[in-house]
């Protein structure tokens, strides 16, 4: 059974920094690109972040480029999204994805519980 554990969410002041954790279990995570995403209320999920199986292709959303670093210890089966600069509007509950092959889009194969974000202004 694949699992996602998403940790590392909390409340924050605007211009402070988080990093979100997210351990795979009950796949060969070595073999999956993982992404983050973000919903807040009423509107849709958003893409964040995505990195390669290997770590060596990294895209994000223009909305968190050079604020959010989005990395995996394939050792640990873990991803890690670094949050800094953090803004309002960041504010939403982020999931951590699976997939076989690298997206942008909230079509993966495997989803995390998700973990509330809030920045305060």
């Known amino acids: 059974q694949v699992q996602l554990v998403e940790s590392g969410g909390g409340l924050v002041q605007a211009g402070g920094s988080l990093r979100l954790s997210c351990a795979a279990s009950g796949l060969t995570f070595s073999r999956y690109a993982m992404g983050w995403f973000r919903q807040a209320p009423g509107k849709e999920r958003d893409f964040v972040a995505a990195?390669?199986?290997?770590?060596?292709?990294?895209y994000y959303a223009d909305s968190v480029k050079g604020r959010f670093t989005i990395s995996r210890d394939n050792a640990k089966n873990t991803v890690y999204l670094q949050m800094n600069s953090l803004k309002p509007e960041d504010t939403a509950v982020y999931y951590c994805?699976?997939?076989?092959?690298?997206?942008?889009?909230?079509?993966?194969?495997?989803w995390g519980q998700g973990t509330q974000v809030t920045v305060s202004s």
């Open positions: 994805a699976a997939t076989k092959v690298l997206t942008t889009t909230p079509s993966s194969d495997y």
């Open positions: 990195i390669s199986w290997s770590g060596g292709t990294t």
